[in-house]
């Protein structure tokens, strides 16, 4: 197999760090690949951060509770970088949007705490080398900067969003603390297209080397029950129910040929970005763990975590 090493030759203490997580994966022979070391998929309701939903929280303790679980995996491998895939950054119809200021900063002011506020270095050569293997797929990316011309006065459109931030939060509490980060906004492509885009980016993180997590931050269907924000619809569960069962089987091809109608009635707005993931992960066997699945105020929550393993040479 191209591209994929012996964990060894790359991180000595790997095995040690897998036992001590205790997941089972070297019971199944198991070995990470070079590149990408583990992704997740996560949601993204404000309420899930304490200084925001107080008691509220408890009412997700199932997702709170997979997120530390996530953010500790992601922290026990130690990436250089966290890719981050958002639906809530500046979402342009053909071009995924990459932030690109140096340093990467938001806050939780639109949900009325400004002091929880983020402050991360951001991967540059990553971002550039994603643009750069794009264009090669004829795939163009828009590189935000505060200082473009064209975003002064139209908000912080450089800024990090809650789809980043929440997952954020669980990861610095966790103990990310010098990595940088990546923030990507998916576009509205194709899906085909979007597997494509994870592909680039693949093939950026390996062509530098780098060891990365990759978080595709998502909700699921916003119209699960009769007092969900988007109004309901039956056919939210079901959107639910096939996208948690083929993430559990990780049946790339079900995820990637959704129905269309379902995705569109679902009222859903992460299955982008978990498209995304599914070409950044491709040619790669993955373990698949459902940490959490629920919906309590009618929007679908999925917490996952997607292990690269490839199984010993006989
Ligand atoms: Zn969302």
């Known amino acids: ?3 994929i090493y012996r964990c060894e030759e790359i ?6 760090f897998i036992k001590d997580a205790g997941d089972g994966i070297l019971e199944r022979g198991g070995c990470f690949t070079l590149g990408v070391l583990v992704a997740g998929i996560s949601p993204h309701p404000p309420l899930i951060i304490p200084e925001i ?6 009412r ?38 990459i932030l690109a200021d140096e340093k990467l900063q938001g806050n939780f002011g639109d949900f009325g705490v400004p002091g929880v506020n983020f402050n991360v270095k951001n991967d540059i ?24 011309n064209w975003i002064r006065g139209r908000g912080d459109m450089a800024a990090l969003d809650h789809g980043i931030m929440v997952p954020l939060y669980y990861l610095e509490k966790a103990g990310f603390k010098d990595g940088c ?10 899906f085909k297209d979007l597997y494509r885009f994870g592909e680039a980016i693949k093939k950026a993180v390996e062509a530098l080397g780098r060891r990365v997590a990759v978080i595709a931050s998502g909700d699921l269907s916003h119209r699960l029950t009769r007092d969900a924000p988007a109004g309901y619809n039956p056919l939210g569960k079901e959107y639910d129910r096939q996208i948690v069962e083929n993430v559990k089987e990780y049946n790339t ?18 299955i982008r970005s978990i498209i995304i993931l ?37």
């Open 125 to 148: 050569p990553l971002v550039k080398a994603i643009a750069e293997e794009s264009r090669k797929v004829s795939i163009g990316v828009k590189l935000l900067k505060k200082d473009n």
């Open 253 to 270: 091809t079900k995820l990637l040929e959704m129905d269309e109608n379902l995705v569109s009635v679902a009222g859903e707005c992460g």
């Open 53 to 58: 939903g107080g008691r509220e929280i408890d």
């Open 181 to 190: 980060i990546v923030a990507i906004t998916f576009a509205m492509l194709p």
């Open 1 to 3: 197999m191209e591209n």
């Open 60 to 97: 997700v303790r199932s997702t709170a509770d997979a997120l530390v679980k996530l953010s500790d995996q992601v922290v026990t491998l130690s990436p250089e970088t966290v890719i981050f895939i958002t639906p809530h950054g500046p979402v342009f119809r053909d071009t995924p949007a």
């Open 278 to 314: 599914l070409g950044i992960l491709s040619d790669c066997k993955i373990a698949p763990q459902i940490l959490s699945y629920e919906g309590p105020f009618g929007v679908g929550y999925l917490v996952a975590l997607l292990t690269p393993v490839i199984e010993e040479d006989v």
């Open 11 to 16: 991180f000595p203490d790997i095995r040690k």
